[in-house]
């Protein structure tokens, strides 16, 4: 079987999810010549609503562009986890913002919790790089995305002027671990 | 050159394909799923010279593309469902008129302002009929990024040549989804523009047609004065209400597209050689099965699939063949049959045909093909 790996983002309109999967998918296609797919699923809401965001990362040809097996699961508020945490696959990650997520789901995978949005205003001073944080996390969990190919689709996705901030909070979540 | 590789959207892909088919004109309205594509051409249209505008509705929007195309600019607008349904009456107007224009509609749930950011492909009928009265029509239908940016090319290629409106009918999964792409270089693109009038200003007369069956069309503006109408016209352009002209026109105007039907007509065969099971499908709903498909051959299943690229003019002489080479055909498609009871009418009962019909705004996951890939053996 060749190389497959699938994540899922999850969590409210406006987190921020939709990017993170994009810059997942550049990383890995882009940077480092894999093949990727990113899908998305939200509301009709600018803000709120549920959002998810899906990354699909192959050596091979991906028919489906969702994800059905999944591999990492990145939840950012109760609801998402609530919803997802039975898609994962045996032994898959779970990663949660411990800031939203208060009733930890139980079953056959490693979960890793952390104040995500909170420490994005303490340490970096704007909760809004919270999905960069989450990004580093996953980075480091993952493993299957080059650091330097991840900050490459950050400098490539972020809005101008924001990268060196983007990318210490990408080096910020890597440092949880 | 160096390779042109990205990491693109479907509808972004639309924008690019629009514009290296030689496209300089979008009006449209902004509208989910198809949004971006409106977006990325507001920015790169005025880059290149080419015109950007947002039209104060869908209606409108159409008006301006039929209007800007006769005037010699290749035209595009791009919406969804809601928006669609307001274009049809333009539609008709740019069918009888014989002007060249692509429409991008990317499906959602409907009906009336439905599911806006969910995947349908329930449009499928109204592509054809949307529009009142017998019509020509090409409806094409992408299942990549790449083959997004390829139709859109081919829409532009063939609306020239036919002098017919073409709609590009994507679902919300192939314009929202991000993928890797190479692009060809431009030199390397086949590009087909209108043809025009060999003779002087004075001979000109608009509709009359040589064997190829298409007018040669002249530009507003470079001194052909003609007349355009949607009311049933003569040769020169002005209504008609002479049964033996009327006749002339109407009926060299849904014949032209038969003509051509051999290079209109696309689709692709997956492992269809050998297969006893058979799969016809498009858009999405096409990767799910192929997904299917492949589990079910990993299973020893002989399961094939059709891909309809060209959902109008139908298939329907390959699907006959199809039907008689297998026992079902199996048609998975985000709404309730359309295309199902095309292919029923397509195969002449040769085969069972096994729909397989979603509407609650979820794709078709594989596994539910794949379940009744197992009931057909």
Redesign the interface.
């Known amino acids: 079987m060749s190389f497959h790996y699938e994540i899922r983002l999850s969590g409210a309109g406006g987190q921020g999810l939709i990017l993170v999967g994009k810059i997942l998918a550049e990383a890995a296609a882009i940077y480092d010549d894999k093949n990727a797919t990113q899908s998305q699923s939200y509301g009709p809401e600018a803000r709120g609503g549920a959002s998810r965001s899906e990354v699909i990362i192959s050596d091979g040809d991906i028919d489906y562009p969702k994800a059905t097996n999944i591999d990492l699961l990145l939840a950012m508020t109760q609801e998402a986890v609530d919803k997802y945490a039975n898609d994962i696959k045996p032994d898959g990650v779970i990663i949660v913002d411990s800031g939203f997520v208060k009733n930890n789901p139980k079953g056959d995978f490693k979960l890793y919790s952390f104040p995500i949005t909170e420490i994005a205003e303490e340490k970096i001073g704007k909760k809004l790089v919270a999905n960069i944080i989450a990004l580093g996390v996953i980075e480091k969990l993952s493993g299957i995305i080059s650091e330097e190919a991840i900050i490459n689709a950050i400098r490539a996705r972020v809005p101008k002027g924001t990268e060196e901030i983007n990318i210490k909070a990408f080096k910020q979540g890597r440092d949880l671990l | 050159m160096k390779p042109r590789?990205?990491?693109m959207q479907g509808n972004v892909a639309v924008a690019e394909g629009a514009i290296d088919a030689g496209c300089r004109f979008f009006a449209g309205y902004p509208i989910?799923p198809s949004s971006e594509i409106g977006e990325t051409l507001s920015k790169r249209l005025p880059e290149i010279g080419g015109k950007f505008i947002q039209m104060e509705d869908e209606i409108s929007a159409m008006g301006a593309v039929i209007g800007a195309s006769l005037g010699g600019v290749k035209s595009l607008t791009a919406t969804s469902g809601p928006g669609f349904s307001l274009k049809q009456e333009n539609i008709g107007y740019a069918s009888i008129t014989e002007v060249p224009v692509v429409i991008v509609n990317v499906m959602r749930g409907g009906p009336s302002t439905g599911l806006?950011?969910?995947p349908s492909q329930s449009d499928v009928m109204q592509a054809r009929w949307g529009t009142h009265g017998d019509h020509p029509i090409i409806v094409l239908t992408p299942a990549t990024v790449r083959e997004t940016y390829d139709m859109t090319i081919q829409a532009f290629n063939m609306s020239e040549k036919y002098r017919v409106p073409v709609i590009l009918l994507m679902d919300e999964?192939i314009g929202?989804?991000?993928?890797?792409v190479t692009l060809p270089n431009i030199d390397e693109l086949t590009i087909i523009n209108r043809k025009k009038p060999t003779c002087s200003a004075q001979e000109y007369l608009p509709y009359i047609a040589d064997e190829t069956l298409i007018p040669p069309m002249a530009n507003f503006g470079e001194g052909y004065r003609y007349h355009v109408t949607g009311l049933v016209h003569d040769e020169t352009g002005f209504p008609t209400n002479k049964t033996d002209q009327i006749e002339v026109m109407l009926n060299r105007l849904n014949s032209k597209l038969d003509k051509y039907s051999d290079e209109i007509i696309q689709y692709e065969d997956t492992f269809t050689e050998d297969a006893k099971i058979g799969i016809v499908t498009y858009g999405?709903s096409a990767?799910?099965s192929?997904?299917a498909m492949?589990k079910a051959r990993e299973q020893g299943i002989p399961v094939g699939m059709i891909r309809i690229q060209t959902l109008w003019p139908f298939p329907t002489e390959r699907i006959y063949e199809f039907g008689r080479q297998v026992s079902h055909i199996i048609v998975p498609e985000l709404n309730l049959g359309q295309i199902a009871h095309e292919v029923e009418h397509a195969v002449k009962g040769a085969a069972e045909v096994v729909p397989v019909n979603k509407i609650n705004g979820d794709?078709i996951?594989?596994?539910e093909v794949l379940l009744k890939i197992k009931e057909c053996i």
């Open positions: 590789t990205y990491m989910t806006p950011t969910l999964i929202h989804v991000y993928e890797k999405s990767r799910s192929k997904n492949r794709p996951h594989p596994e």
